[in-house]
Structures are given as C-alpha cells and as structure tokens.
C-alpha cells in the first residue's frame, strides 16, 4: 500500500512551487465566493446531485470520497446512504461551509480534510466510491487528479466526475468567457475530451450523461470577483450570444434578465479489476 501526503507551503498545500500561483488564485476566489457559492442553483441542483447519486450507487457498506467537495453538499447527500463519506478541498473557507452543513443535516459519519487533491493523504484503494463535482474546470492538469481519484478507488469501485462541457467547437469561446468571470477557472473540457481522459488515466470508456443547469445572469456575475472591466465584457458576451450562442449557453432574455443555461456532463466509470 502506498499513502501520499500533500506538501504544505506556509499553510497552502499544493503539489509544487510550480503550482502555487494558481492554488492561491483558487483560494482567494473561493474564499470570497464561499458563502455565495454554498447557497448558488450550481451548488445546490437537486437534479445533478440525483444524477450522480444515481451513478455512484452508493450503498450502505461503502466508504465515499468528495475530491474538492467545496461547500460539501455532495459529502451530505453521500453520507445518508454510505457507511461513511470524507470531502477534501484546498479552501477552508469551503471547509467551514462544508462543516456547517454537515451539522444542519446532522449528520455523523462524515469527516473533511484540507489538502491537495493531485496528492492525496489516503492509501491506494481506501474508498467505494470517488467524486469530483464542478471542479475539473479549476485544475491545471486535470488528467493527474484523475489518476489520483483512480489511486484512491478500490478495484471495481466507482468514479463520478460531473462538470460543465461546452460542445467541442465553442469551448475556445466558453472558456474565455469563464476565465474572465473566475481568473482560477482553467479549462472545461467537451464531453469527448472528458471521456477520453478517462482512459489516459487507465479507466474503461464513462457511461455519460448530460443536461442543463439554468441560471441568471446578475445571480451568476454577483458570486463572482472578476478583474475590474471584465464583468461589463461579459455582459457584452452575453449580449452577442443572444444572436449566435458562440459559447453554447442558450442565453435568453426576459424582460431586464438574461437566463442561460450551462452544459453538464456526468460521467461514470468502474475502476477495472485485477490491474
């Protein structure tokens, strides 16, 4: 059995020296949107909860990990089925929400950890089942966190990753736009980006699902700490998207309100056995 640790740097964990700069990006965006992001439609959709629940097929024996659980509704929701759910994230501001939702829903078997999801302190195949819920968008190299989810997998137990996947000819476009509303937002993969990577990691092709999370454009913008000038540039995208959806968020207007909704993929894998 190997066990990882992560290398903490003046209180910041992160994998390298090379990658501090976008791990404090991380932190300091999600400290400030903490509370924000805890109480957003992204957060807390029931219907892509249900989905992936639905996939992991948690049962009353398994053990459960959330890979950069953020305010830990997935943690919560997991723990009501499993013997036993953990979340671990960079951010202890998102730890602190976390904690506070585990103690509105009362809950007993669950346990949080700080810490470098590119290398994490848990023994090879310590878990059932292994999450990862609009994260991989924020990771530089999102190949090397799913090889660590992976590590972390018990042979024959599942990974679901859920995350937004523009289609492949406006992911240039989307991911633009979001780069410019969260300076720590790195790359969504399209859906065949995301399932191939499945298999650079050594996993069986996903089972996919997509759908659709609807949001306003104020409420998104306002959970948000753009650089200055850049929120009015995304409204101007918004604006443009109205007439040719360039980032393949449907945008709609309603009156003084702009609605859109973001493409969500939800994939499945077992980790193979005797590998």
Same mark, same amino acid.
């Given at each position: 059995?190997?066990?990882?640790?992560?290398?903490?740097?003046?209180?910041?964990?992160? &994998?390298?020296?090379?990658?501090?700069?976008?791990?404090?990006?991380? %932190?300091?965006?999600? /400290?400030?949107?903490?509370?924000? =992001? &805890?109480?957003?439609?992204?957060?807390?959709?029931?219907?892509?909860? #249900?989905?992936?629940?639905?996939? &992991?097929?948690?049962?009353?024996?398994?053990?459960?990990? @959330?890979?950069?659980?953020?305010?830990?509704?997935?943690?919560?929701?997991? +723990?009501?089925?499993?013997?036993? $759910?953990?979340?671990?994230?960079? /951010?202890?501001?998102?730890?602190?929400?976390?904690?506070?939702?585990?103690?509105?829903?009362?809950?007993?078997?669950?346990?949080?950890?700080?810490?470098?999801?590119?290398?994490?302190?848990? #023994?090879?195949?310590?878990?059932?089942?292994?999450?990862?819920? =609009?994260?991989?968008?924020?990771?530089?190299?999102?190949?090397?966190?799913?090889?660590?989810?992976?590590?972390?997998?018990?042979?024959?137990?599942?990974?679901?990753?859920?995350?937004? +996947?523009?289609?492949?000819?406006?992911?240039? $476009?989307?991911?633009?736009?979001?780069?410019?509303?969260?300076?720590?937002? /790195?790359?969504?993969?399209?859906?065949?980006?995301?399932?191939?990577?499945?298999?650079?990691?050594?996993?069986?092709?996903?089972? %996919? #699902?997509?759908?659709?999370? $609807?949001?306003?454009?104020?409420?998104?913008?306002?959970?948000?700490?753009?650089? #200055?000038?850049?929120?009015?540039?995304?409204? &101007?995208?918004?604006?443009?998207?109205?007439?040719?959806?360039?980032? @393949?968020?449907?945008?709609?207007?309603?009156?003084?309100?702009?609605? =859109?909704?973001?493409? %969500?993929?939800?994939?499945?894998?077992?980790?193979?056995?005797?590998?």
């Amino acid at each position: 059995m190997r066990q990882r640790s992560a290398i903490c740097n003046g209180g910041l964990c992160a &994998a390298s020296n090379e990658d501090m700069g976008h791990s404090e990006q991380i %932190v300091d965006q999600f /400290t400030r949107q903490a509370a924000q =992001f &805890a109480a957003s439609p992204t957060a807390r959709s029931e219907d892509i909860l #249900e989905r992936i629940l639905r996939m &992991a097929q948690p049962d009353a024996s398994d053990t459960a990990l @959330d890979v950069a659980c953020g305010p830990g509704l997935l943690v919560c929701a997991l +723990a009501k089925s499993v013997r036993h $759910a953990t979340g671990i994230d960079l /951010t202890p501001a998102m730890l602190e929400q976390a904690q506070t939702a585990q103690q509105t829903a009362r809950l007993t078997n669950v346990s949080w950890d700080r810490g470098d999801v590119t290398a994490m302190p848990y #023994e090879d195949g310590r878990f059932d089942i292994v999450t990862c819920r =609009f994260a991989f968008h924020h990771f530089p190299e999102p190949l090397r966190v799913l090889r660590e989810m992976r590590r972390v997998c018990r042979a024959g137990g599942r990974i679901v990753v859920a995350d937004s +996947a523009p289609a492949a000819a406006k992911a240039d $476009a989307f991911n633009a736009m979001e780069k410019m509303r969260d300076p720590s937002h /790195t790359r969504a993969l399209p859906v065949e980006e995301l399932g191939a990577l499945f298999v650079a990691a050594g996993l069986p092709a996903p089972q %996919v #699902e997509r759908t659709r999370l $609807a949001l306003d454009l104020d409420e998104f913008l306002s959970r948000s700490y753009p650089r #200055e000038g850049d929120e009015a540039r995304i409204r &101007a995208l918004f604006e443009r998207a109205l007439s040719d959806d360039a980032m @393949d968020v449907e945008p709609r207007r309603d009156g003084a309100k702009t609605w =859109f909704s973001v493409p %969500v993929a939800i994939v499945c894998t077992r980790v193979p056995r005797g590998v």
